[in-house]
């Protein structure tokens, strides 16, 4: 068996952006959370952000099970809202519920093109693709947009 954990790319969830107040705190504890689930030797596939995010997840959290294990750290599109790092695009619903099916082991997946566009990182989710398909149906920890950017936090036990 193969543990799969998906995670946001978020620097927020970094210590050195921590602040009185946590804007995060449901995110952090549903990453925390899963990341804890994978076995003990974890394989980061990340852009260059969402590595230093994966790797204060890991160097965070306690795993004792011995299973096969990949944190993917990607986001959907960052253009939900018009107070989102790349203001309002409406293309970002669609393609990010299109991306929602292609995690759920439908459809197809995301458009690089579209995704660039929206500002999703997508390097994660090219990475899961290339490394554990097919992965069927996630358990879903997180699924919002707080900020104005698609996160999920899910997590797959792939044979």
């Known amino acids: ?8 790319g978020v620097l927020a969830l970094l210590p050195e952006y921590a602040g009185l107040d ?12 899963a990341v804890a689930w994978l076995g003990r030797d974890v394989e980061v596939l990340a852009d260059d952000q969402g590595a230093r995010v994966g790797a204060y997840l890991v160097d965070a959290t306690t795993r004792s099970v ?11 599109s960052a253009r939900r809202t018009e107070k989102a790092p790349g203001h309002l695009d ?10 929602r099916e292609w995690l759920s082991g439908r459809g197809s997946p995301p458009d690089p093109v579209l995704g660039e566009e929206l500002l ?21 920890d997180f699924d919002d947009d707080p900020f104005g950017v698609q996160y999920w936090v899910m997590r797959w036990q792939v044979r």
């Open 120 to 140: 999703a990182s997508l390097t994660g989710f090219t990475l899961m693709a290339e490394r554990v398909a097919p992965w069927g149906s996630p358990v879903v």
């Open 22 to 33: 946590d804007p995060v705190a449901e995110l952090r504890s549903a990453c925390l959370a």
């Open 90 to 99: 409406e293309r970002s619903f669609a393609f990010d519920a299109g991306l």
């Open 66 to 76: 011995d299973e096969e294990s990949y944190l993917v750290v990607a986001n959907g």
């Open 1 to 8: 068996m193969t543990r799969v954990v998906l995670v946001p």
